[in-house]
């Protein structure tokens, strides 16, 4: 079973910038695929970024250009460096992973991110 823990989420200022963080509890080269989702308040969770085992990367074209998705391999990490925040971004956002040849999610319980001036 893999734990993920996320970190770094809270207030942003518009055009500003946040780090967000997702430890494993498990090396990611067991991981197939590590994404982050967001939820925001009477909305559908959706899809952020995601990394691939070998190093594919994919972002909703909402964030592409601002976020940038990354992992840690020696750390059991998984990051999204969150540049130019607008307004729109505020959400609850989780952490996701899927290990190799398996049909299992793990998800965490997520990191609030807040954009305000």
């Known amino acids: 079973q893999v734990q993920l823990v996320e970190s770094g989420g809270g207030l942003g200022q518009p055009g500003g910038s946040l780090r967000l963080s997702c430890a494993a509890s498990?090396?990611?080269?067991?991981?197939?695929?590590m994404g982050w989702y967001r939820q925001a308040p009477g909305k559908q969770r959706e899809l952020v970024a995601i990394i691939m085992s070998g190093g594919r990367t994919n972002y909703a074209d909402s964030v592409k250009g601002r976020f940038t998705i990354s992992r840690d391999n020696a750390k059991n990490t998984l990051y999204l460096q969150m540049n130019s925040l607008k307004p729109e971004d505020p959400a609850v956002y989780y952490c996701y992973a899927d290990l190799l040849r398996s049909p299992l999610e793990y998800w965490g319980h997520g990191t609030q991110v807040t954009v305000s001036s």
């Open positions: 498990i090396t990611i080269t067991s991981i197939n695929a």
